[in-house]
């Protein structure tokens, strides 16, 4: 059967399993080898085997909740929205989430996801208190940071390559309400935006959208979406997907003009300092409320391009990333910017302290190209490139930009993890 | 706060129904055959809300195991609101054409054992002169199409009999639901190429779940618009029919 990421690109020939059982996924790996696949939310080709893909999706079970101390027990295949639905109402949230509900615990570590909090919370992988793991021989172990601790950071943000993620122990955050405050501000270029994200650093959640297709006297012209959680209004959510692409758009309809159109639009009708209470879902996942909004991209499907570069020179670096974006006339209805924090202790983490930004591309041969050149200025720049985005990075970029991805190695090495465990991303980036 | 037992808890469709109704406080015994997973599904609604889940592990096709297991389900409930009966299998068409052993296991596994248990479970709701006895049937079962007639033909038993039974305890008060889901993406199909007609178990569970609360007893098909494409198909005359691929 044909398989994508959530960017439709690349489409791969693989064999897809969905076991049930513990026992058929020993089975499953005593075969051959395989990786293993949450909700395909992944953008590019980490979820995917050409021989095996292994989805996770009957595992989508709750297993065990501590209301003292908020420490949820949950399977690999339950997706985030699931916890937020019957959480929430509880007066427990995620600590970290990205910005789609569908993603799995399992996905979530192993891409050690960050969400709008980063800057202050960390990543996904840093709530995690404990991983059960599947090794390549069928055994399962149980790995957190004081027990297997060079399994667990090598798991989280581990791309699902050094074993199966069975279940995990999430420490969840108490919430008071259903309801985000949210406010918005308006920045016409890259320094005051920068500079309202360290005024604002201790503001709960923060991100921007910005114009990537301005012209060169406005570049960087954003809107700044801050949010923090309403301390009262009731713990109800609203879920509901209300609109739905059912088939794909024709490629033509996404082209500069029509993008162009719509950034200036979005700027134009943001209002300076406007504060409002928005619903949890609407803050956090406004995409989720598109059925396949994937399909936007037409037949050929997109690539998401994400990087973090250093705060040192960070708004003269930014401009010269979006320049050469906006220069090609390439650009995205999407672009955002966050602050990160510090990295952590996980092996293949993506975030650093520094600014990241995440686009979306139409797939084509000028796309490609672009970002083979915006892979270098990264580089030059000390930033790195999303693995759970990445479609297209060379391994050469990849070990350059990941440092520790030696050691990563020989984690997985000491573990059986080699040639049991691998996607046609970590084939690429000349993981064994 | 209702007493529901559901037979053939493991498969998808019984357990998002399960999970819905776990958010409502109810309680539960579950029946099915894998032990890992009817475990998992268990402390699943407890988390959610269930305020009692019990369960056995059995083999739905040693009818001999149905009396003692309805007891047990009766006991640990105290007593016997919904029954929804969900197991099944999705036929091999091709390997049945060949096999007489395995047609016939596959009508022992989607028909008769429903048969079995409904015959009884019929009984003691008659009695007690209340309750809703649910059963998942087919769209497969309106009509035999050459693709699965062997399933189709066993669903079409279980639809016939649930009809003859809904008319027999229509003056007892038990309301009997026979759901016919269309496409829904569940365990058991997992081998077919999803195109738009289909829906995610959870949604087919919405749907069942408001058909078994709102007391109807009918035939409902899941969703709805499956009525109208069962219709037409239904319409097509024979000697058209035998010649066109379905």
């Known amino acids: 059967m044909i398989v994508s990421g959530w960017g439709r690109y690349p489409k791969i020939d693989s064999n897809v399993s969905r076991p049930h059982t513990r026992k058929e996924i020993s089975k499953l790996l005593a075969i051959g080898q395989t990786i293993a696949r949450g909700s395909g939310r992944a953008y590019g080709d980490s979820a995917i085997n050409p021989i095996n893909t292994m989805e996770m999706r009957w595992f989508d079970q709750f297993a065990g909740f501590d209301p003292a101390a908020g420490v949820l027990t949950v399977n690999a295949g339950v997706q985030l929205r699931e916890i937020t639905k019957v959480f929430v109402p509880r007066g427990w949230w995620l600590p970290v989430t990205p910005g789609t509900s569908f993603a799995t615990v399992g996905g979530s570590i192993a891409s050690d996801v960050h969400g709008k909090n980063h800057h202050l919370v960390g990543t996904f992988g840093e709530h995690v208190k404990e991983i059960e793991i599947m090794l390549g021989n069928g055994e399962i172990v149980t790995a957190s940071a004081s027990q297997y601790a060079d399994l667990f950071y090598s798991t989280c943000g581990g791309m699902g390559l050094t074993g199966v993620i069975l279940s995990a122990k999430i420490q969840l955050a108490p919430v008071k309400s259903g309801l985000v405050k949210q406010k918005t501000i308006k920045a016409s270029n890259l320094e005051e935006l920068f500079e309202l994200f360290e005024e604002n650093a201790d503001v709960p959640y923060s991100v921007a959208w910005v114009d990537c297709l301005a012209p060169e006297r406005e570049l960087g012209r954003s809107v700044l979406l801050l949010g923090d959680h309403a301390k009262k209004g009731g713990v109800q959510i609203d879920s509901r997907q209300r609109f739905k692409i059912p088939i794909d758009a024709p490629g033509f309809l996404l082209n500069r003009w029509s993008i162009k159109a719509f950034n200036s639009l979005y700027y134009s009708k943001a209002k300076q300092g406007d504060e409002k209470l928005v619903g949890l879902f609407d803050y956090f996942y406004p995409l989720d409320k598109i059925d396949n909004w994937n399909r936007m991209y037409g037949h050929s499907g997109f690539i998401q391009y994400q990087f973090v570069i250093p705060k040192q020179n960070g708004a003269d670096n930014m401009r010269k990333l979006l320049g050469r974006i906006a220069y090609l006339g390439e650009g995205s209805f999407l672009a955002v910017i966050k602050l990160f924090g510090g990295e952590n202790d996980n092996l293949l983490s993506f975030p650093f302290s520094g600014y990241t930004l995440a686009l979306d591309f139409k797939v084509s041969q000028k796309t490609i190209d672009l970002l083979n050149v915006l892979d270098e200025l990264v580089i030059d720049m000390g930033g790195r490139i999303y693995l759970t985005k990445d479609a297209r990075m060379t391994s050469n970029t990849f070990r350059r930009t990941y440092p520790r991805w030696e050691t990563f190695e020989s984690v997985r090495q000491k573990y059986g993890a080699i040639g049991k465990f691998s996607s046609a991303q970590s084939v690429r980036l000349g993981l064994l | ?246």
Not at chain 2, 110 to 115: D, E, M, R, T
Not at chain 2, 168 to 195: A, N
Request: proline share 2%; glycine share 8%.
């Open chain 2, 1 to 246: 706060m209702s007493k529901i037992l559901i037979i053939g808890a493991t498969s998808t469709i019984a357990e998002h129904c399960a999970r819905i109704w776990a958010t409502q406080g109810h309680e539960f015994f579950l029946v099915g055959r894998n032990p890992e997973r009817l475990d998992c599904i268990v402390s699943d609604l407890s988390l959610r809300g269930a305020t009692k889940v019990g369960k056995l592990v059995i083999d739905l096709c040693d009818f001999n195991s149905h009396q003692a297991m309805l007891d047990a389900a009766e006991r640990g409930l105290g007593g016997l609101d919904t029954v929804l009966i969900a197991h099944g299998t999705l036929s091999d068409q091709k390997a049945c054409e060949q096999s007489v052993a395995l047609t016939l296991r596959e009508i022992e596994t989607n028909g008769l054992s429903v048969i079995a248990l409904l015959t009884l479970v019929a009984n003691r709701l008659e009695a007690q002169r209340k309750g809703t006895i649910a059963v998942i049937s087919s769209v497969a079962g309106d009509r035999g199409r050459s693709s699965n007639y062997v399933y189709g033909s066993a669903k079409a038993m279980v639809t016939a009999y649930t009809s003859g039974l809904r008319q027999r305890l229509q003056k007892s008060g038990v309301s009997v639901v026979t759901l016919k889901p269309g496409f829904i993406d569940t365990r058991m199909t997992e081998g077919f190429s999803k195109g738009f007609l289909w829906v995610k178990p959870a949604d087919a569970a919405a749907i069942i779940t408001r058909s078994i609360d709102g007391g109807f007893s009918e035939e409902i098909y899941v969703p709805y618009f499956w009525f109208f494409i069962m219709l037409c198909i239904k319409l097509i005359p024979e000697n058209l029919f035998k010649r066109i691929k379905l």
